[in-house]
């Protein structure tokens, strides 16, 4: 059972556009949910994370979207470059220090 | 953020040979690190918690025979592939919790038995 559902599988922006991924979750156990940013052959990097307590977080181009009635969060990347070209995974774990649970992730491409 | 170190980057051996990959934590102690498996453009399936001190925690359908984990340090967690054949050539990708809840992953190591 995937416990974190991830959409788009991948996406295609052109550059100075706005990039969208959004993930579900059914589990209201969860309390934490990072954003990682995956480049080919690398391991993923922490890119940004929230917690159920606020509806938005904002870093630089990067904003994480929280729906807790609806169980939803959303990744939204501003002014997307060919830099962010990547794949994205969300993923969310429960209190205190369990396993984390992944999204399937989405291949971000940001063309020129 | 915080390091985590991966070694080898990419390791290629012949079919029923062992490899062993290392998973350091630099900057910080690991109570809990994670050994997780990635085919092509897929997600990322977890294989087995190894905490500090005591036996790992495999997956279902993880064979903990043929994944030897050892977590002897709070810095240090290795992954041993047994008698590898060529369906486990794979990305493998370790990933250690700093606290209570921010993950950091290794660089991962690229597999390939011939």
């Known amino acids: 059972q995937q416990q974190v559902k991830q959409s788009p599988q991948s996406l295609i922006v052109q550059k100075g556009g706005i990039s969208i991924i959004n993930c579900a979750y059914e589990?209201?156990?969860?309390?934490?949910f990072p954003w990682y940013q995956q480049f080919p052959g690398k391991g993923p990097a922490l890119l940004i994370a929230?917690?159920?307590?606020?509806s938005e977080k904002k870093e630089g181009r990067f904003t994480i979207s929280f729906n807790k009635s609806a169980k939803q969060f959303s990744l939204h990347i501003m002014d997307s470059q060919p830099g962010d070209s990547a794949t994205y995974f969300c993923?969310?774990?429960?209190?205190?220090?369990?396993?984390?649970?992944f999204g399937t992730g989405t291949s971000l491409t940001v063309i020129p | 953020g915080a390091v985590v170190s991966q070694h080898p980057s990419r390791v290629i051996c012949k079919s029923g040979t062992s490899v062993k990959i290392e998973c350091r934590s630099l900057?910080?102690?690991?109570?809990?690190m994670f050994w997780y498996r990635q085919f092509p453009k897929k997600s990322l399936m977890l294989m087995a918690t190894?905490?500090?001190?005591?036996?790992?925690?495999?997956e279902q359908g993880v064979e903990k025979d043929k994944f030897l984990i050892n977590h002897a340090s709070l810095t240090l967690s290795t992954l041993t592939v047994t008698s590898a054949h060529p369906e486990d050539s794979s990305f493998y990708i370790c990933?250690?919790?700093?606290?209570?809840?921010?993950?950091?992953f290794g660089s991962g190591t690229q597999l390939s038995v011939l």
């Open positions: 990933s250690a919790r700093q606290g209570a809840e921010k993950l950091f």
């Open positions: 589990n209201t156990a969860f309390d934490y």
């Open positions: 929230i917690r159920p307590d606020v």
């Open positions: 993923a969310a774990s429960f209190p205190p220090g369990n396993q984390f649970y």
């Open positions: 900057d910080f102690q690991a109570t809990t």
């Open positions: 190894s905490n500090e001190g005591s036996k790992a925690t495999y």
